[in-house]
């Protein structure tokens, strides 16, 4: 499945310009994005001692364990580096999709949701430390 194959009826557009704030670490997660147009910097920490993680480029999804696990926060920061078109995904739309998907495919994505809620937690607070 590509972006395009994304139902855009179910999702939301929104535009962020350059240093634009997307979500910071600590928020609620209610929403996954995919990047459209622009890039995207992930990073970890707070004010001053943020470090840069990842760059998010057109077409890769960002804030996804916001929609695969139910945490109620954000892992990370992420700021548009340049003007950003994204695609929302809710949580709602998306669990409503989820829940009508083979159980099979729901067994081995919450068992690789584990493994990268376990990765992820472990590339923040190596780079906190």
């Known amino acids: 499945m590509n972006m395009n194959d994304l139902p855009p009826d179910l999702c939301k557009h929104r535009t962020v310009e350059a240093g634009e704030i997307i979500f910071l670490e600590g928020q609620p997660a209610e929403n996954a994005y995919v990047i459209l147009k622009g890039r995207a910097d992930v990073m970890a920490g707070s004010g001053d001692a943020l470090v840069p993680l990842t760059r998010m480029n057109p077409g890769e999804l960002f804030g996804e364990i916001a929609l695969?696990?139910?945490?109620?926060?954000?892992?990370?920061?992420?700021?548009?580096?340049?003007?950003?078109?994204?695609?929302?995904?809710?949580?709602?739309v998306f669990d409503t999709r989820?829940?009508?998907a083979d159980p099979l495919v729901r067994f081995v994505l919450d068992h690789i949701t584990r493994r990268l809620v376990q990765l992820t937690d472990k590339v923040v607070s190596d780079h906190k430390s």
Request: glycine residues 4%.
């Open 68 to 92: 695969l696990t139910h945490k109620k926060a954000r892992t990370a920061t992420v700021m548009a580096t340049e003007r950003c078109e994204l695609l929302e995904i809710n949580r709602d």
């Open 98 to 100: 989820l829940g009508k």
